[in-house]
């Protein structure tokens, strides 16, 4: 289903660009990686090449093993991305479409007849989200599936009509898409998304934590801030809990080659790709987008954290800029980390365009 053009992750030696832009990415992260703010991978590519990948830190401090631009790391709300990206290959397949009403496929939970599929993709369904249950952390410590954490918000009321708004992050919103998935595949979650997603788009790097990985798959252990300096083991939790949400680990290089099947290739019909770049609602299919006052055109984003880990991706059509930030600590500068970056390497850029400019013979 996909022929992807590709996105150049090895190959050719540095150019003196190249390696002029890594110096000074790296000395940009040296003050975040000495006080512990950040752990893990960074890529950057323009016009789908990478430019820059590099690994930082540990993935084991405990172990003392490094953290490699192959490393796999939890992506928290990234991972929604990926879940709507199963849902519209269903979309694309004929299998349901945008408008179908939830109430198909879970009558149990209120407005069920009134919140659509296309509720759900944009996060204005109304539902009530799991994460705000005062036991949440209880949930977290056992074997969940999407049909056990749809059903902790079942007999709870909507927080407003469905499709008129979108108010915070749906988590549940997100486990009851998981849930769609598996009834229409009859696969489970995971193996569902590897059959619609991982497979097709040649991610051959990413899977879904469903509780099932063996500790040799290469996945950073994820810390969290200890004090006022140090670092600890993040709290281990079940990542089934956070299916369809944020339960998708892969690399920054599989990340990048699904941002250039996605804005570049061929990863889902014209139709849902249009509905998934679509600025005229700022949040949706696991994207933020809109107009950039910093870059000054159209930013598609997306950030998260979970227990351990912190994730970014930004992408600038207009440019071509793709920067992927993986961290495997609790930290918000995942998401200063990726926009300063994409800044550093827009004005290196513009800088070579000028001096190229200026030496060029006049008359």
């Not at 540095?14 to 991978?41: C, E, V």
């Not at 920054?252 to 941002?259: E, K, L, P, Q, S």
């Amino acid at each position: 289903m996909v022929g992807l053009v590709g996105i150049a992750l090895c190959g050719a030696t540095l150019s003196a660009q190249q390696k002029h832009t890594g110096a000074m990415i790296d000395s940009y992260l040296r003050p975040y990686i000495q006080s512990d703010n950040f752990s893990g991978a960074v890529l950057v590519a323009t016009s789908g090449k990478v430019i820059f990948q590099r690994a930082y830190g540990f993935a084991d401090r405990e172990q003392k093993i490094r953290n490699r631009t192959s490393t796999r790391f939890h992506l928290a709300s990234l991972s929604m991305q990926f879940t709507a990206a199963a849902v519209l290959r269903l979309v694309d397949e004929g299998s349901i479409s945008l408008d179908t009403s939830v109430s198909k496929f879970f009558s149990g939970i209120a407005g069920a007849n009134k919140i659509t599929i296309r509720d759900l993709l944009t996060e204005r369904s109304g539902l009530p989200d799991i994460n705000d249950r005062p036991d949440y952390n209880d949930v977290l410590q056992s074997h969940q599936t999407p049909a056990s954490l749809i059903a902790k918000i079942d007999g709870r009321s909507l927080l407003f009509e469905p499709g008129s708004r979108f108010l915070h992050e749906e988590h549940s919103a997100y486990n009851l898409l998981a849930f769609i998935v598996e009834k229409k595949t009859g696969l489970s979650f995971a193996a569902a998304v590897q059959h619609l997603v991982f497979w097709p788009m040649g991610l051959t790097e990413s899977l879904v934590d469903d509780d099932s990985i063996v500790t040799t798959a290469k996945i950073a252990r994820g810390h969290e801030p200890a004090g006022a300096y140090g670092l600890e083991r993040a709290s281990a939790i079940h990542w089934s809990a956070k299916t369809g949400n944020a339960s998708v680990c892969t690399t920054v290089g599989d990340d990048a080659r699904w941002i250039h099947a996605l804005f570049n290739g061929h990863a889902l019909a014209t139709s849902s790709r249009n509905a998934v770049l679509d600025t005229s609602q700022a949040v949706g299919y696991g994207w933020f987008k809109g107009v950039s006052q910093r870059f000054g055109e159209p930013a598609y984003y997306m950030n998260g954290r979970v227990p351990g880990f912190a994730s970014y991706v930004l992408y600038l059509p207009g440019k071509t800029l793709t920067v992927v930030v993986f961290s495997n600590i609790y930290s918000s500068a995942t998401t200063t980390i990726g926009d300063d970056i994409a800044s550093i390497v827009l004005d290196l850029r513009t800088k070579r365009v000028n001096q190229a400019s200026h030496s060029r013979p006049t008359g």
